[in-house]
């Protein structure tokens, strides 16, 4: 695998998404970091990239486009199990703590991320 020259820095406090481009600044993006401080801090990588992704709730998978799906139209995995990028159908709620724990975009702001960041893409969470 190519090394990437992307990196995603994210800020639970400022519930921002920085992207850097060879360690220059590329893009700051507004996102929504989990309710309660359950968004997970460390250092960890973009594993899986999907389009149209399912969600699982309570053991049961929650199909794309059924309005209970909360992950709107990408998931970008990060490898901490449950973890990663998503997109939302519920643009009010970014720019606060408002997941379970994951980082939420606007759909069209996800849709950038899962573009230009390939597998491999360090993510660094920071409070």
Known sequence: MT??????????SQ?????????KFFKLY??????YSTTPV????????????????DGQTIPFGSKENV??????????PHYGIHGT?????IGR?????CIRLINEDVEELFIILPAGT????TE
């Open 15 to 23: 519930n921002t998404l920085l992207v850097t481009d060879d360690g």
């Open 42 to 57: 460390g250092t960890f990588k973009i594993t899986d990239r999907i389009a149209n992704p399912p969600w699982w709730k």
């Open 71 to 80: 992950l709107g139209k990408y998931w970008l995995a990060l490898d901490i």
């Open 89 to 93: 159908w519920e643009p009010e709620t």
């Open 30 to 35: 507004h996102c929504g970091t989990g309710q």
């Open 97 to 101: 703590q408002s997941s379970q724990g």
């Open 122 to 125: 360090p993510v660094q969470v």
């Open 3 to 12: 090394p990437t020259k992307f990196a995603v820095a994210v800020s639970k």
